[in-house]
């Protein structure tokens, strides 16, 4: 009899291809989830569980140089339950002065092509990748963007939006952990831990060279395109 139960188990188990004992399934982990497990497992943003927070957070700790000569921490702004968040690189002096982000010229600029395809402020979330002017306005270093980015992180699961768009080539190369030029990495939506991102040209390049307007209207209409889809 027992001999016959295990026949009938095997020969079960070869037709519907199973081999060996039955393994539960892993639930698949959600958008916030992945995130947070690209943050060490010490880090203190893990223990903070709401955007006010982590703005306290943020305003209060010092984690690399430029942090102590800010005026202002810029942490970001917008629906706290966007579906879209925009990241640009860091504050300015104009967003340093105001503590807000993309305020200058090349904020009115992003004003303009936010409106373009009818979306606005109110509706979407707007960070960067630093929370601290660098000053004179240099690129972020490696070091300020690894303390930083677990800060965008944590943002990015409280809010778990559904689309990003990197402004520019450092949102876009440190989001998407490549050196390839913003060139290639544009034009396209990358799969992004089961959101979907995409790259354009920054607006401060934009003010600079008008040729990449044109691309980087297809970005937003891409954008634009994937967001209204059913
Ligand atoms: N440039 C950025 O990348 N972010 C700002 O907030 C302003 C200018």
Sequence with gaps: MIHALHYLKDSLSAEIGLHGPLVPLEPEKT??????????TQ???????????LQEYVQSSILVPI???????V???GNPQADIMLIGEAPGADEDRQGRPFVGRAGQLLDKMIAAIDLSRSEI??????KSRPPGNRDPNPDEIAAHLPVLYRQMSLIQPKFILCLGRIASQTLLGSRAPLGKLRGQAHAYHGS???SSYHPAALLRNPNW??????DLKLLRQ?????
């Design 125 to 130: 979330f707007i960070a960067n990748i630093l």
């Design 43 to 53: 880090h203190p943003v893990h223990q903070i569980r709401s955007l006010d927070a």
């Design 75 to 77: 942490f970001g702004e």
């Design 196 to 198: 979907t991102l995409l």
């Design 31 to 40: 958008f916030a989830q992945k995130i947070m497990d690209l943050v060490d």
């Design 213 to 218: 307007k044109r691309p980087a209207w297809e």
């Design 67 to 73: 942090d102590a000569e800010r005026t202002n921490a």
């Design 226 to 230: 994937l967001y209204s889809a059913p």
